[in-house]
């Protein structure tokens, strides 16, 4: 972890950890330090700029415990965000405009492009978390939702699958026998 990156990680686990006692949500042991993990992983194995996959993955989703605008508009507030933290550190624009369209590009529910491979990275790493974390998937739909059991398992269900739908090609390809694995497990018919 380089200089700046650690910087980030102790500035978001403040924000994480008020977050948390307000709303009880973990954010970082329950979703980010997966989406950081397999990022790191995934610019590796693709040759990416393992700096900006780090970093996008670590400020992918800091709107959200920051309280900065709308859920559904957090790829956005968190790019603002993100370029604001950034720059306060110094770091040089053209890698903050890097950083930037890893968190904007970063969910795939946007459908938005993702130009380079360090925005794929982000992007599956935050899909790959919800597979790390599953325990969060009940735990959204039974206390969060409050679905019934059959109502719960069919959403989670149907969760996993579209997220394993939203994987770039190769790493569905990678993923392809844990997410079988997974949906043997846990939806028997």
Known sequence: MSQITE????ELLIRYEKSKEKDGYDFWNEHI???????IKLAKKYGADVEIVELGALLHDIAMPSE???REQHHIYGAEIAEQLLAELNYPKERIEQVKNCVLNHRG?????????EEQCVADADVIAHFDCIPSLFSLAYKEMNL????????????LERDYNKLSPRTRELLKYR????????FVD
Do not use: F, M
């Not at 910087?7 to 102790?10: E, L, N, R, T, V």
């Not at 997410?179 to 846990?186: E, G, M, S």
């Open 179 to 186: 997410y079988k694995n997974i949906v043997d497990v846990l």
């Open 68 to 70: 900065y605008g709308e």
């Open 109 to 117: 529910s946007q459908d938005r492009p993702r130009n380079t491979i």
């Open 148 to 159: 019934s059991i059959s109502d719960g398992k069919e959403y989670i269900r149907r969760k």
């Open 7 to 10: 910087k980030i990680k102790q």
């Open 33 to 39: 330090k997966y989406v950081v993990e397999n990022g």
